[in-house]
């Protein structure tokens, strides 16, 4: 490293200044330099050395921006603890949705909220998910309880609700209470229910309707007939044809 030695003589009536480096080499000059010329020197040396800070650390500044007060410089580092806080803000939205939309529909089960007004919930938190740009395939993952719990309801009031079918043999009764026992995480696809009310004599077109429209729930992720669904605590229990 080498090194370059400035002196800057200031010669007045009673006062000399002296400026020196430890390199040794040095520019004397015996005249008199005015004060303004070592302003305009020490201004410049100035702006260079800032001109060399910023040029040092260019990747870490995202953006200039230049205005009568001075020239403001954000730094990737603000920019990026920023862009961080409005992630955890966009999964403590995402689990604060998934939280409020599975306490819903698990409540009570019974007497709770009405289908219209879990229809406001759900349509609400979607809107909200969508304002704060949460993607689509987070937000499927929001009401991945919701859909499986109303999938449940399909199943439950297709098999009859708590009631016993009518005439069903002992090898039925244990075959419609395991298909029962699964609650929440295991339950029948439509084929399987179907399977079962067309071996056993219970199938008829209404529990056709009905598997169906639990089938396209599954595909569609909605209602195919909404007020049938909104019925559904009406639907009867399993009869045979006699």
């Known amino acids: ?47 260079a050395s800032l001109a060399l800070l910023v040029t040092a650390n260019l990747d870490a500044v995202a953006e200039f921006k230049a205005s009568t007060g001075g020239i403001e410089a954000r730094t990737r580092e603000v920019v990026n603890r920023a862009e961080g806080a409005i992630a955890e803000l966009r999964i403590l939205a995402l689990h604060a949705a998934e939280v409020s939309l599975s306490l819903a529909m698990r409540q009570g089960r019974w007497g709770g909220f009405s289908d219209e007004d879990l229809d406001r919930l759900k349509s609400s938190v979607m809107e909200n998910l969508e304002r704060l740009g949460i993607p689509s395939e987070q937000r499927a993952l929001v009401f991945r309880d919701w859909h499986r719990i109303v999938e449940f ?90």
């Not at 490293?1 to 010669?11: E, K, P």
């Not at 020196?20 to 000059?29: A, S, V």
Request: contains cysteine.
């Open 1 to 47: 490293m080498s090194g370059i030695c400035v002196s800057i003589r200031l010669y007045s009536a009673h006062y000399e200044m002296v400026s020196h480096t430890r390199f040794g080499c040095c520019l004397n000059r015996s005249d008199d330099i005015w004060l303004p010329w070592a302003m305009d020197l020490l201004i410049a040396g100035l702006f």
């Open 153 to 242: 309801d399909y199943v439950h009031h297709i098999l009859g609700g708590n009631r016993i079918p009518d005439n069903a043999s002992a090898e039925q009764m244990t075959e419609w209470k395991s298909m029962r026992d699964g609650g929440f995480v295991k339950f029948p696809s439509p084929d399987e229910l179907d399977c079962f009310f067309r071996k056993t004599g219970y199938w008829n077109s209404s529990l056709g309707e009905c598997i169906e429209d639990y089938r396209y729930y599954i595909r569609e992720r909605q209602h195919r007939r909404l007020d049938a669904w909104r019925d559904r605590m009406h639907w009867g229990h399993l009869k045979k044809d006699v």
